[in-house]
């Protein structure tokens, strides 16, 4: 099975300014047949179901605003959200599809400092 | 607008059977995918089973192989997951998840549903 590491676990981050999380696999989610990096990100807010933000590692999901950002390639990836508003607390949580199991990472919480 | 709405959750006991189902609107649900995702009370979340969109390919989590069957009928745009021989780690808020593809294969999921929960206890 692939295992998803998201780090950190939490962090808090000002009103404004650019939170980041890390999701490393333990293989490499990148097809080399067709150069696509099998990897997506949900958001998650409280006692809501996840929310589709970014697949193919750096695609935006339609309505999503372009605040939100995916990086990376092989096994280290990126969420990037530029100017924190309060509605972008929540747990984000890395998802690799490239092989069954399909695993998600531990997912981080991301608040308000 | 995509609608999912799951139901059949409910109190069962170590070893009984549950058959959860998710009915689908707002999409041409025969050319999709579909997957049960869940997650236990304050964890993370966990792919349970996909289908792909003809019904005739099926994939498990090791975790469920063998207890759980996924099925569906696409002349009633439900999904199901039947649940048997079920344990006290299968408590969980199970989700009702629409694939973005069509085979079942690699799976992302652009939609879910509101959830239903699963308590095993005696």
């Known amino acids: 099975d692939i295992v998803m590491t998201q780090s950190p676990d939490s962090l808090a981050v000002s009103l404004g300014e650019r939170a980041t999380i890390n999701c490393k696999s333990s293989?490499?989610?990148?097809?080399?047949?067709?150069?696509?990096?099998?990897l997506a990100w949900y958001q998650q807010k409280p006692g809501h179901p996840p929310k589709l933000l970014i697949y193919?590692?750096?695609s935006r999901e339609s309505g999503v605003p372009d605040r939100f950002s995916g990086s990376g390639s092989g096994t280290d990836f990126t969420l990037t959200i530029n100017s924190l508003q309060a509605e972008d607390v929540a747990v984000y949580y890395c998802?690799?599809?490239?092989?069954?199991?399909?695993?998600f990472g531990q997912g981080t919480k991301l608040e308000i400092k | 607008e995509v609608q999912l709405l799951e139901s059949g959750g409910g109190l069962v006991q170590p070893g009984g059977s549950l058959r959860l189902s998710c009915t689908a609107s707002g999409f041409t649900f025969s050319n999709n995918a579909m997957n049960w995702v869940r997650q236990a009370p304050g964890k993370g979340l966990e792919w349970v089973s996909g289908?792909?969109?003809?019904?005739?390919?099926?994939h498990y989590a090791d975790s469920v192989k063998g207890r759980f069957t996924i099925s569906r009928d696409n002349s009633k745009n439900t999904l199901y997951l039947q649940m048997n021989s079920l344990r006290a780690e299968d408590t969980a808020i199970f989700y009702c998840?629409?694939?973005?593809?069509?085979?079942?294969?690699?799976?992302?999921?652009?939609?879910w549903g509101q959830g239903t929960l699963v308590t095993v206890s005696s």
């Open positions: 998802q690799q599809y490239y092989s069954n199991p399909y695993t």
């Open positions: 289908i792909s969109a003809s019904g005739d390919k099926t």
């Open positions: 998840a629409k694939d973005k593809g069509i085979s079942g294969q690699n799976p992302y999921f652009d939609y």
């Open positions: 193919w590692a750096s």
């Open positions: 293989q490499s989610v990148l097809y080399s047949s067709n150069n696509k990096n099998y």
